[in-house]
């Protein structure tokens, strides 16, 4: 599917512009209008590619396949992640060893908690997956094989939920939730589910996304949560997250219908087909390496802060920030991948 490629490209261009704006700017998500509405989707549709891409009709579970799988991600995600995080701290910070203990009892790792967050996530379904095909042949002749995954998602939803509401649950506050990082996955595991879920089931929902009035339903939600969302975002997140929840995920279906109807103009067939699954298929070195490259220019966000409100112009400065962070990394990534050793060892390959 070359247009979820291009997909995928198109999410990464929005993580690093994401960070070029919040590292590079100093801008803040409350301050700016492109930011506060990139922050709803990007890493929702990020994980919901990778819960995506994580099933496979042909897998056979066994004890020594469930083993096979788990090293595999252990190795790509923890060895890269060790070693560009320790070059991120190295480069960029004076103290190191200080820096690197204040970044690691933090959830989001200076920036390189996603890898360790995909890690737990691929983990957690490995483990399900093997537990689910015991069950799998019973419940496919009582033709209700989707109800293990349903639940599983609805668990992980609720888990979401929890974590928005101080008031009734206190478990937010571990320290072992931050330096794990695992507060991140669960906020965000139903979306790797949710994709988990469409891949499983792609003829379905093919057929639903077809549909002309489920296109309007989702255009139409995307719109009202966000009106709502953007008035009522300085609430509680226990009474606010409702419509930011809905927001995200009708603005990230929205991606995919946008992507999936215009899948020929995605191809390699065509110049930004190329660049986009150019970069899709790289997310991994895009991601681990942009940090080392982000360009530093304070001035910009108050800069931006005093033409407020103005999107297009921060969505440009932050697209072209991010056109130049990519650029140099996809190099810097073709000048190391020479080496078959780190081409193995940093990007899994």
């Known amino acids: 599917m070359e ?21 590079g700017f100093g801008e803040n998500p409350k301050d700016s209008s492109y930011l506060s509405l990139c922050v709803l989707f990007r890493m929702p549709l990020f994980f919901f590619i990778s819960g995506f891409f994580a099933y496979s009709s042909r897998t056979i579970w066994s004890l020594r396949e469930l083993l096979r799988l788990l090293w595999k991600k252990i190795r790509i995600q923890i060895i890269p992640t060790a070693v560009f995080f320790a070059l991120f701290i190295i480069m960029l910070h004076r103290s190191a060893w200080e820096k690197a203990l204040d970044l690691l009892q933090r959830d989001t790792k200076g920036g390189y908690w996603f890898t360790l967050v995909l890690l737990q996530m691929f983990i957690i379904y490995y483990l399900f997956a ?15 094989g989707w109800l293990p995954i349903v639940l599983f998602w609805l668990l992980a939803l609720g888990a979401y939920a929890t974590w928005y509401m101080p008031s009734w649950f206190h478990y937010q506050k571990a320290a072992w939730l931050q330096w794990s990082s695992f507060s991140q996955t669960i906020i965000f595991m139903h979306f790797f589910l949710a994709g988990n879920i469409v891949r499983r089931y792609w003829k379905a929902f093919e057929r639903l996304f077809d549909t002309t009035w489920f296109s309007a339903t ?9 009106c709502e969302h953007f008035r009522w975002h300085e609430l509680r997140k226990q ?29 390699k067939q065509t110049l930004a087909g190329r660049c986009l699954q150019y970069i899709g298929v790289r997310t991994l070195d895009v991601y681990l390496l942009h940090f080392l490259f982000i360009i530093h220019i304070p001035a910009i966000g108050p800069w931006l802060r005093a033409c407020r409100p103005n999107f297009t112009l921060d969505l440009a400065c932050s697209l072209a920030g991010a056109a130049v962070v990519i650029a140099v990394c996809l190099v810097a990534s073709s000048i190391l991948r020479m080496s078959p050793f780190l081409k193995r060892h940093l990007f899994g390959r």
Not at 218 to 226: K, R, S
Not at 248 to 255: E, P
């Open 218 to 226: 989702v255009m139409t939600l995307a719109i009202i949560m966000l």
């Open 239 to 267: 009474w606010a997250n409702l419509p930011r929840t809905i927001a995200m995920y009708s603005l990230m279906t929205s991606v995919i219908l946008f992507f999936r109807h215009y899948a020929e103009r995605f191809s």
């Open 3 to 23: 247009w979820i490629d291009s997909m995928r490209g198109f999410t990464l261009i929005l993580v690093v512009a994401y960070h070029v704006s919040m590292m």
């Open 130 to 144: 093997f537990a689910e095909s015991f069950l799998t042949p019973r419940l496919k002749r009582l033709n209700i």
